[in-house]
């Protein structure tokens, strides 16, 4: 998975083809200044790689405003936004309740480093609303939350390894910033400078959807893994759907060898149902890590469990972990407004509908003109793929070489007012913002962008 990362983030800064379709390319002159300008201040020039549109055509667009499902960059350019915020922002940009709530937050002030009644608010709503947890624990982002729920799961099984998945990325932790190595069962490899390879050596990779893999896993490293971490709905290197027979066996395994089982639930908590993948699969994880959804965009993140794990967590038990902006009341405001509007009866069901009859509609039209080419989708996520495969469940079944196809149909996208993640390995988000006339401008720019793809004469 992490070569995969090595390919998004390398490339020819710029780099952008004649232009020889109907549509003229938009203006990148402002987001191209910004973006010089960026360089001289941070590494890349931007503050998160796959920002740098390194395995897109051009340069990066600097983001101005959002509002719906319309972001605005620095040139003007409008687009209807699929990418939302990298999925957090299921009710679309700058939300009017979200806006409100906040802005009548700050109002008492932003940051106390100190407990205010807003995270009792905002466990209370997750809590009384999700059955496979009983206490959780706030915390700043995505990777933090993962970083902590590991910590957790080794001072309360006292084991040192872990397990994961090629093909899951779990944030920048140290002892998962690691690739598989040769054979069906490795030690992670280093796959970063700067992670020490006795970091590597406590994290065991498999490839997913390989029940052999995970019986020797077992077999090999008996009475040694703390936990296995998945994410359940795999959405950070393409759509890579697991069936539900697997994911039960991997419950049934941990739970015969005293393992937790980790659900990273990032991405997919809170986006296919409130409950997550936990809910959608109706399997009970041991653990569960979240993100920025929880917030409404703003930067958040938790990890949760039961009352008897989490008691192992200081100040109760012996397993630290802080932070000052942990439970900020801003970011705490977002998500009571943001969960408020997702636990409302009929909002998973109309949000999932509208994106089932968009990612059909568009697999339709390709699957008649004989495209090779599959949209995947669960809940509100989805992606595109160049492939006649019917599923794929391991990153080593997606075709690398396909990636180039998904250049050109992000240069179409964006001239037609499309905003997709820059790379082909994301996936997609759909929000409650975007309403049927978007939808359908949306995908009759994604037809006309399979078009010319498929009917260029230039070797993609």
Request: glycine share 10%; hydrophobic share 40%; charged share 25%.
């Amino acid at each position: 998975m992490f070569d995969t990362f090595k390919k998004m983030f390398s490339g020819n800064e710029g780099d952008m083809p004649v232009n020889t379709s109907n549509k003229p390319d938009i203006s990148r002159e402002k987001s191209a200044e910004l973006y010089e300008k960026a360089k001289t201040y941070f590494p890349g020039g931007v503050n998160s790689p796959v920002r740098a549109f390194k395995s897109v055509y051009g340069t990066p667009l600097f983001i101005q405003k959002g509002d719906g499902c319309h972001v605005w960059d620095a040139d003007g350019n409008q687009f209807i936004d699929f990418c939302c915020s990298w999925g957090p922002l299921i009710l679309g940009h700058n939300n009017a309740k979200v806006r409100e709530r906040v802005t009548e937050v700050m109002q008492s002030g932003m940051s106390f480093g100190a407990p205010t009644a807003l995270e009792n608010d905002l466990a209370e709503l997750i809590l009384k609303n999700n059955k496979y947890l009983e206490k959780i624990r706030f915390v700043s982002s995505g990777t933090e939350a993962v970083m902590s729920a590991i910590r957790l799961a080794r001072g309360y099984t006292k084991r040192d390894k872990i397990l994961k998945f090629e093909g899951c990325y779990h944030g920048h932790v140290d002892s998962l910033l690691v690739k598989a190595g040769s054979g069906l069962v490795t030690f992670g490899e280093t796959s970063s400078a700067g992670v020490p390879k006795s970091f590597a050596d406590e994290t065991i990779v498999v490839s997913l959807n390989d029940r052999n893999a995970l019986k020797k896993a077992f077999e090999e490293f008996k009475d040694q893994i703390a936990a296995v971490i998945i994410e359940p709905i795999p959405a950070n290197n393409g759509l890579l759907l697991q069936e539900k027979e697997y994911l039960q066996f991997l419950r049934d395994i941990c739970t015969e060898n005293k393992t937790l089982l980790i659900f990273d639930e990032v991405i997919s908590g809170f986006r296919v149902g409130f409950e997550g993948a936990a809910g959608f699969y109706q399997i009970k994880p041991d653990m569960v890590t979240y993100g920025k959804i929880i917030g409404g965009g703003l930067p958040v993140g938790a990890y949760g469990a039961s009352k008897e794990i989490m008691s192992n967590v200081s100040p109760e038990g012996s397993v630290y972990q802080a932070g000052t902006l942990s439970g900020n009341p801003v970011a705490m405001a977002a998500g009571i407004a943001q969960l408020s509007e997702l636990s409302r009866l009929g909002f998973y069901r109309d949000l999932n509908g509208k994106t089932q009859e968009f990612v059909d509609s568009i697999q339709r039209f390709a699957t008649a003109r004989n495209y090779k080419f599959k949209v995947f989708s669960v809940g509100s996520i989805f992606w595109f793929a160049f492939t006649d495969k019917e599923a794929i469940r391991s990153a080593e079944e997606i075709d690398a070489s396909s990636m180039e196809k998904f250049k050109v149909m992000h240069r179409e996208l964006l001239n037609r007012g499309i905003y997709l993640g820059p790379s082909g390995y994301e996936v997609g988000f759909i929000s409650s913002a975007h309403s049927k006339i978007e939808l359908e401008k949306a995908k009759r720019a994604i037809f006309e962008s399979l078009d010319l793809v498929f009917r260029s004469n230039s070797k993609i």
